[in-house]
């Protein structure tokens, strides 16, 4: 991915400014396309591992993904920086480049993540499940496999649950493993059926649905239960 060493040059200036090394900081990137693919627990997923590993964090997006940006950084008790509407393409790929992990939507920061080489956890809805990502080896990507997946996000309920019933611990899981080593194909962390969630009375959970849309020599599947945690 194509930036300049003056990119690089604005935005760890920016980072020196609030104390943060190269390396050692986390990106969020809480902004998505469509405000039914907001997820309002990234800060809650992150507040732990950042506390655990002493990093700060960096939140990206466009000016538009500011309020869903607050809204996840409000549950953060570690340092953080909101960069959203302030950097431009390239920069933000600077700061991935950077960066020690990042987690978020997916989206284009999480393209940009893979291109560049930055591990990253995704959390992949089924609206366009299996169609745009994983397909990188730093990618990570959370998912509760339900049966209504594949809608085009034009989903039938008053939200879409693939999305809010993620559990913000199994995002927690899916950092610590991406942390810790990347491996030869991209991850999919499942989040399994003893997980609560609010869907449960309107929508089976469905590992079928896992396999239907996927390449499965193409990705390695982690079941995620609550004993994991």
Not at 146 to 158: E, T
Not at 222 to 229: A, M, R, V
Request: glycine content about 4%; proline content about 4%; charged content about 20%.
């Amino acid at each position: 991915f194509w930036y300049s060493d003056d990119d690089v040059s604005a935005v760890m200036s920016v980072l020196e400014q609030a104390h943060y090394q190269k390396d050692r900081y986390v990106v969020l990137i809480a902004g998505a396309q469509f405000d039914v693919r907001f997820y309002k627990q990234y800060g809650k997923a992150l507040n732990s591992f950042c506390l655990r590993h002493k990093y700060p964090v960096v939140a990206i997006g466009a000016e538009a993904d500011q309020e869903i940006t607050e809204v996840n950084l409000k549950d953060l008790s570690c340092p953080y920086i909101n960069l959203c509407g302030k950097t431009s393409l390239p920069q933000t790929a600077a700061l991935l480049a950077n960066a020690k992990i990042a987690l978020g939507a997916e989206t284009a920061g999480a393209h940009i993540a893979a291109a560049v080489k930055t591990p990253h956890v995704i959390l992949l809805g089924g609206g366009h499940f299996g169609r745009f990502m994983p397909y990188s080896a730093y990618t990570s990507a959370v998912s509760l496999p339900l049966q209504c997946f594949a809608c085009n996000w034009r989903c039938q309920f008053d939200q879409c649950y693939c999305v809010t019933d993620i559990a913000h611990e199994a995002l927690t899981l899916a950092l610590e493993e991406t942390h810790q080593e990347i491996l030869d194909l991209p991850r999919l962390f499942v989040q399994g059926r003893d997980y609560r969630r609010d869907s449960e009375p309107l929508v089976t959970w469905s590992m079928e649905e896992t396999y239907k849309h996927l390449n499965l020599d193409m990705v390695r599947l982690i079941p995620l239960n609550n004993k994991n945690q």
